[in-house]
């Protein structure tokens, strides 16, 4: 995520201008299925088949850190357990190029994905891995391209990318674990890598993500690939990729969203994913979602709205972004867990019954 900014202004969000970026800086320290009409508009989903999912890529540092997790009722346990009480079945994680060895804004390297992905396979959960082509933190407002690669030509970073893919996606294999879903880019909505791959560039654009498609299925051909977008409320933001990609040839199964929207702003957002799906023709998945830690009532309707919403209309799941966090590991204050009691708050609830 890491986003430049939110939803339109509303209560359940941060302050305007304030991105998750920012916020962080003052840290302390049988997948095929799954994708329903992959190449044709999704059918109403069923129970069995739609997912509910977290992204807690930072569990590896905090548990480093001496962090740790409780129940509802106060009682110490494993995060995985905890998380599967809620019905949650998947597990987002996140993969940066040479990250630096920040608690918060780095680490997730390949190799440590890797590790945190077979234990999420040993958990009885599936992995949604999602490439950032970056360092650190690549969302709908920066999109810079790994330092390695800055100073590349398109010829060199096409070669360079599509290495990269493969070489990740090798070391995931060799752990033991075929994702459920591979996630190439986030948030790209003004594109990948810039400048080389803005979205001003259309045609370099779609040949660096379709460079990572094919990479991809070289290695898991059953696993669907999915594109970022964020912010379905800005509906020409989102036609301005799509149209874009679509036009030049580009490759994906599912069309993933962010949204952090809560209240009045949950049904029209609703409505614009829906008109996504339809349009383009592939399922959609809302793969973050989150409120403040303060709101958790709030954000629990908001969370249950968006997940039988996007199950009405044939979408895939609804992911929760690092609702695991808590301070002082982190100053990001839309995790859905106490500092005080350690215990989740009622935000996950959004979750059951859906």
Known sequence: MSRTEHE??????????????????????????????????????????????????????????????????????????????????????????????????????????????????????????????????????VQNPPKAWANMTYSQMLTALRSYVSTSLNVIKSAGVTPGWVKIGNEQNTGICHPVGSVSKPGQMTGLLNAAYDASKQIFPSTPVMIHLAQPQKMDSIQTFMNAYRGNGGKWDITGLSSYAAGSNVAPILGNMRTIQSTYGKPIMQVEFGGPVDRATQTRDALHQFATGIKGFGGLGTFYWEPEGYSPFTGYNMTAWSSSTRRPTAALDGFLNV
């Open 8 to 141: 339109p202004a509303q209560p359940v969000t941060a302050p305007p201008g304030i991105s998750r970026r920012t916020l962080l800086a003052g840290a302390a320290a049988g997948a095929g299925a799954l994708a329903l009409g992959v190449g044709s508009l999704a059918e109403a989903t069923t129970d069995a088949t739609f997912v509910k999912g977290a992204d807690i890529s930072w569990t590896p540092q905090m548990e480093a850190h001496g962090y740790y997790w409780n129940d509802k009722s106060g009682q110490r346990k494993d995060l995985f357990t905890i998380l599967k009480s809620y019905g949650i079945g998947a597990i987002s994680l996140r993969t940066w190029v040479n990250p630096s060895s920040d608690p918060a804004n780095g680490h997730c390297s390949i190799q440590e994905t890797a590790k945190m992905a077979a234990r999420c396979r040993d958990a009885g959960l599936q992995v949604l891995l999602g490439f950032h082509f970056g360092d650190t933190w690549n969302s709908v407002g």
